[in-house]
């Protein structure tokens, strides 16, 4: 069994226009079977310092340790983060800024990638940081209505062609039981 096989029963309440004879409000119940959710509120933001998090010792050391300037400190950094960050997260499942964020790499099956997929994932997030743009409008007593423009970096279309899950920690065990339910 595959995490994007799995399905999880979801039942919606919707209220109709009808009321019992208590005044209550009669709710019709729907199931439904809706694909497994691995990814979690606030992913994007996370990923995203937990990328920054890996870059940082690898700039330090360009920079200090081996004199670079910092515009090749921070060139060097990527490929160094894309190999060691392959490498532990085959081994561990992780990197020290997903460690931070308590977050781990797993495969279709509910496992640490291999090699190959976790290099392949990593090679893609270079590619990964495209942006988008979205309006969002604000009230506020003292300034009226404003309009704001924002950018957020999606960083979901490496781990959907590598068919990889980025999950926090504590999700693993559930999906784990999911797997095993299923089998």
Not at 90 to 104: D, Y
């Given at each position: ?11 919606v ?9 208590g ?7 729907f199931?439904?079977d809706l694909p ?6 606030g ?10 998090i890996?870059?940082i ?5 360009f ?16 490929p160094?983060?894309v190999i060691?960050?392959s ?11 997903k ?10 099956f509910?496992?640490f990638?291999?090699?190959s997929t976790?290099?392949?994932?990593n090679?893609l ?12 409008t604000?009230k506020?007593v ?16 490496n781990n ?6 980025i999950?926090?920690?504590i ?7 999911l797997l095993e339910?299923?089998?």
């Amino acid at each position: 069994m595959r995490i994007s096989e799995l399905k999880e029963r979801k039942i919606v309440r919707r209220a109709t226009r009808n009321f019992d004879l208590g005044g209550n409000r009669i709710y019709n119940e729907f199931e439904y079977d809706l694909p497994f959710k691995a990814d979690f509120s606030g992913s994007e933001k996370q990923r995203e310092w937990a990328k920054i998090i890996d870059m940082i010792p690898f700039f330090l050391i360009f920079l200090f340790i081996f004199k670079q300037a910092p515009i090749l400190s921070f060139l060097f950094s990527i490929p160094s983060v894309v190999i060691l960050g392959s490498v532990t997260e085959t081994v561990w499942g992780t990197t020290l800024g997903k460690r931070i964020f308590r977050m781990i790499v797993i495969d279709d099956f509910g496992n640490f990638p291999n090699f190959s997929t976790s290099l392949k994932r990593n090679f893609l997030c270079l590619s990964n940081f495209y942006p988008s743009f979205s309006e969002y409008t604000t009230k506020d007593v003292a300034f009226g209505t404003q309009t704001h423009f924002r950018t957020d970096l999606s960083m979901h279309m490496n781990n959907k062609l590598c068919k990889t899950y980025i999950i926090k920690e504590i999700q693993l065990l559930k999906i784990k039981k999911l797997l095993e339910e299923k089998k």
